[in-house]
């Protein structure tokens, strides 16, 4: 079982940015997909970016595109989630998790690891 640990999360200003961290086991971690999901209160988790095992392609929420950054380096096992010109509404705990098999995709239950989270939080 893969143990994914997020950080970089904490409190923001609008417009601000922050910078995720999802980091694994350097043994494993380029043998699957990785994707961050993001879960507001009283909302279903959505999907924010995935990003291949190699990082060369990847994959963005049509409403953060532009705004999010998303790339990894297996030589260290990390993902980052760059956040850029934060708003209100991305308020929530962003969340890191790893498909082994196929590629990175926007389902949640296609995901065999699971991070605890990292509290966002974006002041106006």
């Known amino acids: 079982q893969e143990h994914l640990v997020e950080s970089g999360g904490g409190l923001a200003q609008a417009g601000g940015s922050l910078r995720l961290s999802c980091v694994g086991s350097v043994l494993t971690f380029s043998t699957y997909a990785v994707a961050w999901f993001r879960q507001a209160p009283g909302e279903e988790r959505e999907w924010v970016a995935s990003?291949?095992?190699?990082?060369?392609?990847?994959d963005y929420s049509d409403s953060l595109k532009g705004r999010f950054t998303i790339s990894r380096d297996n030589t260290k096992a990390t993902v980052i989630l760059q956040l850029d010109r934060l708003k209100p509404e991305d308020t929530a705990v962003y969340y890191c998790?790893?498909?082994?098999?196929?590629?990175?995709?926007?389902?949640?239950?296609?995901?065999?690891?699971w991070g605890q989270g990292t509290q966002v939080t974006v002041s106006s």
């Open positions: 998790a790893g498909r082994r098999e196929g590629p990175g995709t926007n389902r949640a239950w296609e995901y065999d690891y």
């Open positions: 990003i291949s095992r190699s990082g060369m392609s990847t």
